[in-house]
T-cell receptor
Framework: TQLLEQSPQFLSIQEGENLTVYCNSS?????LQWYRQEPGEGPVLLVT?????EVKKLKRLTFQFGDARKDSSLHITAAQPGDTGLYLC???????????FGSGTQLTVLP | DTGVSQNPRHKITKRGQNVTFRCDPI?????LYWYRQTLGQGPEFLTY????????KSRLLSDRFSAERPKGSFSTLEIQRTEQGDSAMYLC??????????????FGDGTRLSIL
């Protein structure tokens, strides 16, 4: 059983469209991170959220941590081909070294 | 570039052979992690070092797997008697590890292992 469920698993959209991907769990996390991974490379950290209800913005990306700290969403406005990649959420419970990854959302933005 | 470095980037070997991967973390980071990632999945935790001490191992890490970090700097991951199921991307990450704060992993680009 996957501790963190990400949806959708695959998403293909046209340049300029908006999209939201989700990360859900039945467990409470002390913090949650989002990473982006491109083929042949390691994941790169985008953001860390730690407070229930927290919203963070990174240019066209908006990250939200659920009030109960069990879920998170990533919204991308006016997607660009450079946004293409595997988006991974990762939750920390207890000790910060206990980081569990979801299975990811593979995003493709078509020009 | 002072990021996490992993070598080799690719390794192809026959089933039954032993392989060893190396990870050089960011120099000031005292925490080092190994993960395994298969196609279409997120990284799965294998093991964790704080300085030279191996403090945690996943149940995924069978007795064919061993990891070391002898001087608290670089780390090696060895797989003995490789099996086809070992084919995956092996990722190394490091972090600064400040008490009371969530630690942000900095990942290397991984070693892709293919077992023939």
């Amino acid at each position: 059983t996957q501790l963190l469920e990400q949806s959708p698993q695959f998403l293909s959209i046209q340049e300029g469209e908006n999209l939201t991907v989700y990360c859900n769990s039945s467990s409470v996390f002390s913090s949650l991170q989002w990473y982006r991974q491109e083929p042949g490379e390691g994941p790169v950290l985008l953001v860390t959220v730690v407070t229930g209800g927290e919203v963070k913005k990174l240019k066209r990306l908006t990250f939200q941590f659920g009030d109960a700290r069990k879920d998170s969403s990533l919204h991308i406005t006016a997607a660009q081909p450079g946004d293409t990649g595997l988006y991974l959420c990762a939750g920390a419970r207890g000790s910060a070294r206990q980081l569990t990854f979801g299975s990811g959302t593979q995003l493709t933005v078509l020009p | 570039d002072t990021g996490v470095s992993q070598n080799p980037r690719h390794k192809i070997t026959k089933r039954g052979q032993n392989v060893t991967f190396r990870c050089d973390p960011i120099s000031e980071h005292n925490r080092l992690y190994w993960y395994r990632q298969t196609l279409g999945q997120g990284p799965e935790f294998l093991t964790y070092f704080q300085n030279e001490a191996q403090l945690e191992k996943s149940r995924l890490l069978s007795d064919r797997f061993s990891a070391e970090r002898p001087k608290g700097s670089f780390s090696t991951l060895e797989i003995q008697r490789t099996e086809q199921g070992d084919s995956a991307m092996y990722l190394c990450a490091s972090s600064a590890g400040e008490r009371g704060r969530s630690t942000e992993r900095h990942f290397g680009d991984g070693t892709r292992l293919s077992i023939l």
